[in-house]
């Protein structure tokens, strides 16, 4: 049982997330299949270590000592795949992929710690989601932080983050913008094709509202391009606004270039993924990578 690790870091992700849904979630397997690897570890020990409640899970008291021993075993295995890093894998060149949001906003935060963590020199290639997709798929990239999945049946998707959209001008806005408040400002919008676009929209329609209805200034297909050109917007006539990641105008925010709000009713979110190849999911390098940047999910712009 214990070569099987696969059983052993479901067990560990169903204690850290105290539920087997969320642990469901962030491993990337059925909730099923997360409940039948649980059981087989009971059944193997012919003892329960987990009690299920309404409230989330608790840990019998053996349940709480295979936790504790799984824990040392977990530091030793880490402690191990260092070394071998070390001895084999010292000149190899580990190629990180990244959406723009997260290679220019995200990504710089931790960067550093990456190549000391894997011993590795990391090369980061800041690419479209979809172009990360055919480069994991082609082997061109180790592992890519991607924006907006499209779940290519190689690849195996781990959600890691959660992103904030907000309103974002030039101009002051109020905190909070009412909906009869959208229609007087004039917009820059995502292309139809946009995963983001895709996410506004359907976020509007839950409080009836129809962007088709907008005052449409702009149309662009870059994040970096709609941000300079609200930087370069006109104050004295209608806000000129879009809808951008928080991560994007933090420094813009604090140093008064630009302000932001939020919209009554909704809260626009989009899940940021880890992903790489299904084959590599035992790959000392990749699995060395991944406990590292699972542990910066929590990096929270200050605006």
């Not at 799984?70 to 795949?81: A, F, H, N, R």
């Not at 509007?204 to 300079?228: E, G, L, P």
């Not at 951008?244 to 919209?263: F, Q």
Request: one cysteine or more; proline letters at 3%; a neutral charge.
């Amino acid at each position: 049982m214990f070569k099987d690790f696969a059983k052993i870091e479901t067990f560990l992700t169903v204690v850290r997330e105290k539920s087997f849904s969320k642990a469901s979630r962030k491993l990337g397997i059925s909730q099923p299949a997360v409940t039948q690897q649980i059981k087989f570890l009971e059944d193997y020990l012919n003892i329960p270590i987990v009690d299920r409640k309404k409230s989330g899970i608790s840990l019998t008291k053996e349940g709480e000592e295979l936790f504790q021993a799984l824990l040392s075993l977990e530091k030793q295995i880490l402690i191990t795949e260092k070394e071998v890093l070390r001895l084999v894998n010292k000149e190899m060149l580990f190629i990180l992929g990244a959406s723009p949001v997260i290679g220019n906003y995200i990504l710089p935060e931790f960067l550093n710690d990456i190549q000391e963590v894997i011993s590795n020199q990391v090369m980061v290639k800041v690419n479209s989601s979809v172009e990360l997709t055919e480069l994991v798929v082609n082997r061109k990239v180790d592992l890519a932080l991607i924006e907006s999945p499209t779940f290519h049946p190689n690849i195996f998707y781990r959600e890691w983050m959660e992103d904030e959209l907000v309103v974002v001008s030039r101009s002051p806005l109020p905190s909070t913008l009412k909906k009869e408040e959208l229609f007087g400002l004039q917009w820059i919008c995502r292309e139809e094709e946009s995963n983001t676009r895709k996410i506004i929209y359907e976020t509007f329609h839950k409080i009836d509202v129809d962007c088709k209805n907008f005052t449409i200034k702009n149309i662009a297909n870059s994040a970096i391009t709609i941000k300079q050109t609200l930087l370069k917007a006109d104050i004295n006539e209608a806000p000129t606004v879009s809808i951008l990641s928080k991560y994007m105008v933090e420094d813009d925010v604090k140093a008064g270039r630009l302000h932001v709000a939020t919209i009554k009713g909704i809260h626009l979110m989009r899940k940021f993924y880890i992903c790489y190849l299904k084959d590599r999911i035992q790959d000392a390098l990749i699995t060395s990578a991944l406990d590292f940047i699972t542990r910066k999910q929590d990096i929270k712009p200050s605006i």
